[in-house]
Structures are given as structure tokens and as C-alpha cells.
């Protein structure tokens, strides 16, 4: 394992944001799903050059000014 990855919670909510080291994102109220999710690299779904980029994870970045 290499790189570094967060989680982030948002605040006045229940969600949790998994920031990958390649620079995709995931959102879910799970914890285990996102670190599930994060430890998938590179096969998880929203990584930038995966065509099944998920929508929730491309605006997610689009609102925070990351992509």
C-alpha cells in the first residue's frame, strides 16, 4: 500500500468522503464502505481514469474545486 488516503466527515451530516491517493472520491454514510472502497486502488469505480466514474464523486470534486 502506498500513497496516502483520507476520510473526511461532513459537517451537519452523516457522510463521510474517502480521498483516495490517485485523487478519486467516494461519499457514503458507511465507514467500513469507504475504507473498503479506499483500499480497492486502483479497481475502485471512481478513480479519474475509470469509465464508471461515479456522478456523486465527480461533483463532490467539481463543489470543492478538485477537478
Excluded at 490517485?22 to 464502505?33: I, L
Excluded at 456523486?56 to 470543492?64: G, L, P
Amino acid at each position: 500500500m502506498s500513497g496516502r488516503y483520507r476520510v473526511v466527515w461532513s459537517p451537519n451530516s452523516d457522510l463521510l468522503v474517502g480521498i483516495c491517493h490517485c485523487g478519486a472520491e467516494h461519499e457514503t454514510d458507511d465507514p467500513v464502505e469507504v475504507w473498503r472502497w479506499l483500499l480497492a486502488h486502483p479497481a475502485h469505480p471512481a478513480h479519474p481514469a475509470h469509465p464508471a466514474r461515479s456522478a456523486r464523486s465527480a461533483r463532490s470534486a467539481r463543489e470543492r474545486g478538485t477537478s
